[in-house]
C-alpha cells in the first residue's frame, strides 16, 4: 500500500490504545517514556515512537533525548512513515531544548544514517546544530 505524508497524522500517544505488538516492546522498555507519539492512518495506528528526556545529570552536560523505541505496522513498512515519526521525534527534542537525539537501537544503520545518525559504540546519534 502506497502512502503519501497526507494520508497519516502524527498525535500523542495512549499506551492502552497501542496495537498488542507495540505496546508489548513498550512495556519492555526499562522505563516508562516521557513522550509517546503514534503516526495514525484515520482512527488506525501504523507507527509510533517513544522519546526519554534528558535526565538531570544529562540535562547539565549535552541535552541528550533517548529514542526508545519505533515501530511501523509491517503492512505500512517502506512509505516513510518510521523517517516521518523520526523526524517527528527530532523536532520534538529540539523545540525542549535537546542538543542530541541518540538512538540505542538495533535498528538498520541505513535507515538511521540516510536520516543524518552518525554511529556510536551504542548505536546511533544526530546533533542538533542551532540556526
Excluded at 1 to 26: K, S
Excluded at 61 to 84: D, I, K
Excluded at 94 to 122: S, V, W
Aim: aromatic share 10%.
Amino acid at each position: 500500500m502506497a502512502l503519501g505524508l497526507r494520508d497519516y497524522e502524527v498525535f500523542r500517544g495512549d499506551p492502552a490504545a497501542l496495537p498488542e505488538n507495540m505496546a508489548a516492546v513498550l512495556s519492555s522498555l526499562v522505563r516508562p517514556p516521557d513522550v509517546l507519539r503514534v503516526a495514525k492512518l484515520g482512527e488506525l495506528i501504523i507507527g509510533c515512537y517513544a522519546m526519554h528526556e534528558p535526565t538531570p545529570i544529562d540535562d547539565q552536560v549535552a541535552r541528550t533525548f533517548s529514542l526508545a523505541m519505533v515501530m511501523v505496522e509491517p503492512n505500512y513498512q517502506g512509505n516513510g512513515v518510521g523517517r516521518w515519526l523520526v523526524g517527528h521525534a527530532i523536532g520534538v527534542a529540539e523545540t525542549k531544548g535537546g542538543k542530541h537525539l541518540a538512538a540505542q537501537l538495533a535498528g538498520p544503520a541505513a535507515f538511521f544514517e540516510g536520516l543524518g545518525f552518525q554511529a556510536t559504540a551504542k548505536g546511533f546519534q544526530f546533533d542538533m546544530y542551532p540556526e
